[in-house]
């Protein structure tokens, strides 16, 4: 195999487990655990397991680490071209850091969000919302008065958002964001409010994604602020796996229950292999976990199978100087920009992203666009990119010194009406008590849900395996 992660520079050296270990003996004896994945949810899987008192391997098809948190270290800047947005209110992945002890890399940025209407650039101040919608000349009054009613649909939804499952706000699953926001508070509401909050996070429209949708996004930017590793996203994912063996390049191609172990088979660069562990944990998106995982109830299997996956290619440029831009975030509303979603100025999201005096930028669009284009040449892409930019950016081209496209053919899942009843029915025939426990980011959303989905397993694991083992 092509043997452990690869280091990444200066990590901090691990810290004092804090969790309760397990007595199973010598090393030798720990029951032995293993994670398919090494994206945020194998990683946290096999974290929390180890420090439980598990031996754990984690299996990763790739050469890289982290999946879809993927930074990639070019010309002196840091691209971050998966994930990008971490948000305070991702707990558990708070707590993580502080597990962890990488929390001075992790940065407060209070961001300037913009939004474009008729060659205007208006601002929304997320650490203070309530006075920022209150003054913003983006929306009518009546408009901004009508939108007061969405504070009862969010009080009332607070509890039941959260990162483990989506499935509790299937009430808000009968009709889509537009029908939803058209009919309670108008078409300005849908345009300028709904559509960058719904596009700008998801890349998605409002035509498609779930009323319940709207309200759930609003809740995890319930906070002042955002956070940014200076290191990029995926420094959170390289410090798990310099912590837990990961073996790179390692594909799992079939994994079978029997008795109280499992027998997985995988491929890497020396050959087939197979051995033998007492569970396993699945951390993997809905694509690969429909064909992989075992023992999944037919509503289950349907559901990972038609899970619609939606298409992103993101543009991420270096620039020879820094543009003279306010806002960290910028968000064209449709009839402004019907491609271009979110422009994000990662130069002030963390210091050490660019080199002094340099610009980064990452550009995200349409999943309907990422789809068609998604074999256009890199340079067609710069170029089709910068150009639908200019109105918000102005010109920038001549300024470009580096850049990455990169293609995800699955980002994240595409929500449509009926996702949360889905997601309800996934989890009721959910087996708890299985030794191949299997997850992912897809009951929820995001890095959060990955980890949580991640800690979640390695507590069911930890609980069956150890029960079986104290058993004569
Ligand atoms: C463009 C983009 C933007 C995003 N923006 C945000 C954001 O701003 N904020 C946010 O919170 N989230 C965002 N996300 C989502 C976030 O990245 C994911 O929710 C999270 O990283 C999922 O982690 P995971 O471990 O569940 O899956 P993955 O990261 O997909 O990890 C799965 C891993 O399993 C490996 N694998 C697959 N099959 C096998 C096999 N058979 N054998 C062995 N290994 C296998 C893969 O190579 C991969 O490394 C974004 C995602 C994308 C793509």
Redesign the pocket.
């Known amino acids: 195999m092509s043997g452990r992660a690869s280091a990444a520079a200066n990590l901090p050296t691990d810290d004092a487990s804090s969790l309760p270990a397990k007595n199973f003996g010598s090393e030798k004896s720990a029951p032995h655990i293993a994670i398919?994945?090494?994206?945020?949810?194998?990683?946290?899987a096999a974290w929390k397991l180890q420090r439980m008192g598990f031996a754990v391997t984690v299996?990763?098809?790739?050469q890289?680490?982290?999946?879809?948190?993927?930074s990639i270290r070019k010309d002196g800047f840091v691209f971050?071209?998966?994930?990008?947005?971490?948000?305070p209110t991702?707990t558990n992945?708070c707590s993580l850091v502080e597990e962890l002890g990488i929390e001075k890399h992790l940065h407060r940025v209070n961001p300037i969000i913009g939004i474009p209407r008729g060659g205007k650039m208006h601002h929304l101040d997320i650490s203070r919302p309530l006075r920022s919608l209150i003054g913003i000349q983006l929306i009518s009054l009546g408009t901004k008065l009508r939108l007061l009613k969405l504070l009862g649909p969010m009080m009332r939804t607070w509890k039941k958002s959260n990162y483990q499952s989506l499935a509790a706000l299937a009430e808000w699953d009968q009709e889509t964001v537009a029908d939803f926001v058209r009919r309670e508070f108008g078409e300005e509401a849908n345009e300028y409010i709904a559509g960058p909050v719904i596009r700008g996070?998801t890349?998605n429209s409002t035509a498609c994604a779930p009323a319940g949708e709207l309200l759930w996004m609003l809740r995890q930017y319930a906070a002042p602020f955002i956070y940014a590793f200076d290191q990029g996203?995926n420094f959170l994912?390289e410090t798990l796996a310099q912590r837990v063996p990961v073996e790179l390049g390692?594909?799992?191609?079939d994994i079978k229950p029997i008795g109280n172990q499992v027998e997985i088979k995988?491929r890497c660069a020396q050959g087939e292999f197979s051995r033998t562990f007492d569970a396993c944990i699945l951390?993997?998106?809905p694509p690969?976990l429909s064909?992989?995982a075992p023992n999944l109830s037919v509503r289950q299997q349907q559901f990972l199978k038609q899970c619609k996956s939606?298409v992103?290619v993101?543009l991420h440029v270096g620039l020879r100087r820094r543009p003279d831009i306010t806002e960290t975030i910028i968000l064209p509303p449709e009839s402004e920009q019907p491609v271009l979603t979110t422009i994000v100025m990662d130069h002030l999201k963390a210091p050490g992203r660019a080199p002094e005096g340099k610009g980064l930028v990452t550009f995200?669009l349409r999943d309907s666009w990422c789809a068609e284009n998604f074999a256009a040449p890199d340079a067609q892409i710069l170029a089709s990119v910068m150009e639908m930019a200019k109105p918000f950016i102005g010109d920038l081209s001549a300024d470009v010194e580096s850049f990455v496209v990169?293609r995800?053919p699955?980002?994240?899942i595409k929500s449509s009406v009926g996702l949360y009843r889905q997601i309800a029915d996934y989890e009721a025939d959910l087996d708890l008590n299985s030794r191949v426990q299997i997850?992912?980011?897809?009951l929820s959303?995001?890095?959060?849900?990955?980890?949580s989905?991640?800690a979640a397993m390695a507590e069911r694991i930890g609980r069956i395996v150890s029960v079986a083992t104290a058993k004569p």
């Open positions: 398919v994945g090494a994206g945020l949810t194998g990683l946290t299996f990763e098809k790739s890289l680490i982290g999946g879809r948190t993927l971050d071209t998966g994930a990008i947005t971490l948000l991702y992945i996070n890349l996203i994912a390692a594909e799992i191609i995988g951390g993997l998106p690969q064909v992989l939606l992103s993101n995200y990169q995800w699955y980002a994240i997850g992912g980011d897809f959303m995001g890095m959060e849900a990955a980890v989905s991640g």
